[in-house]
C-alpha cells in the first residue's frame, strides 16, 4: 500500500509539471484574441484602389482599441493622422514604418500588402481627419471619437 501510494505521488506531480507549458501557451494565445472581444473594440480600414474604406470610423473615448489598417493595393501608402495620436500611448504592429514626432505619433507607411495594427485609448473625443500623404495620392479619411 505504502509502495502503490509512493509510485502514484510521482506520477502525479510529474503530470503537473508536463500541464503548465500547454496552460502557458493557452495563456499566451488569450491576450491577443480576447482584448479585441472582451476588453475593447477593434476596427479594421482597408485600404485598396487609393481609398480607406470605409471612410468613416467611429471610436470611443476611453475605449481600449485595436485600430487595424491592411494595404491591398501593390503601391505603398501612408497614414498621416495628428492630433488623433498626440500625447497617447500607443502600440504599433504590423509591418509598417512609423513614424514619431514629439507630439507622438505622427505617420506610418505601410508598404504593399501590409498591415499596421494601432493599440491605443483614444484620449479626446472629436472628430480626426487623416490622409495618406504620397504624392498623387487623394486619399483622405476621418476617425471619429464619441
Ligand atoms: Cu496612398
Redesign the pocket.
Known sequence: MCLALVLATPTKSLSDVDLPPVANGDVGQAPSALPTESEGESVTVE?RG?MFIPNHVLLHHDHKTVLRFRNH?T????VVAKELFFGVDLNVGGNGAPEFSPDGLKRVIIPPEGFLEIQFTPARTGTFSYL???PG?D?QAMIVVE
Open positions: 485600404i487609393r493595393d503601391e505603398l501608402h501612408t495618406c500623404d504620397m495620392h486619399m
